[in-house]
């Protein structure tokens, strides 16, 4: 299972999941074609559908090697081995498992609630709730490739709430980026954060986004939510801030790794379309 796992991490570190079937159906083609085939081979076939499928395909190869899927002759020839077919079916097994029990442990309503309030509430109801900021870091601390927190209002008191999570996801990877979506620019709490965040996260692993124009001089985005790696998510009431993480109440839910791609390429897609703009 460890060389499974191997596997996982690379396709979630390179959002590759989502290419699963083209991996597979790539490599089968090339073995029925050919006498043996190279990576050169693979990434010219592959690269219209995985961007960056160039620099891919050694560490990708290796990998499959190591889990005997492929074979190789002095690494310039690969052959697929029928094991293939069965680790790729046990991977997907694993990923319908997992969105399995993502989507039940969803049931339960994730809170912040003032310590007082929670302890007059029976054991059944507090039971029902998971807490919000934990559930925060946790998923941030996983995060190994990109995490996307979008909101009206943050603050730097509120990120120092979430600093060690990020610090491990850093850690981890250090090119992990962190996508910032903020609305209220002439807000004073966000003019500190757009001034100050640079002192807590280096410049190389964070953006800025603002809305491209006003709507009225009304907020653009109000949504709150918070996306890691395309998979993982929360949607709720919670801005960024220290009050809101810290015992101010504020209820949402845990998004299904399918809503959080949904909503992923949504982000993408305000950004091609001009509706969010890369603060400089």
Known sequence: MSKINNLYTFL???????????????????NSTSKGFSKQQWYELTQQHIGEAKYLASPL????????????????LYFVTEILEVKLNELKSFLVLNEELT???????????????????????????????????????????????CAPYFSIAGILVLQNAINVALKNNKNMHLMFIIDAEDQ????????KIHEYIPLSN??????????EDSL???????????????????NFSKRATK?????????????CEHLEILV?????????TKLK
């Open 206 to 215: 964070f953006s800025l986004y603002l809305p491209t124009e006003k709507v």
């Open 268 to 276: 993408e897609k305000w950004i091609e379309l001009n509706y969010l």
């Open 220 to 238: 653009r985005f109000h949504s709150k939510f918070l996306l890691v790696d395309g998979i993982k998510g929360y949607l709720g009431s919670a």
């Open 103 to 149: 989507l039940k442990d969803d049931s339960k309503l994730l809170w912040n609630v003032d310590y007082h309030l929670r302890s007059l509430l029976s054991t059944d109801l507090k039971s029902e709730f998971n807490d919000l900021t934990s559930y925060f870091k946790d998923i941030i601390s996983s995060a190994q490739n990109r995490v996307i927190l």
């Open 247 to 259: 015992g101010q109440f504020e209820l949402g839910v845990k998004i299904s790794p399918k809503d």
């Open 12 to 30: 979630i570190q390179h959002d590759l999941l989502k290419h699963l079937d083209t991996l597979s159906s790539s490599l089968k083609f090339l």
């Open 61 to 76: 190869f290796s990998i499959l090697v190591e889990m005997d899927c492929l074979m190789t002759e002095e690494e310039k």
């Open 188 to 195: 004073i709490t966000n003019q500190i954060f757009i001034q």
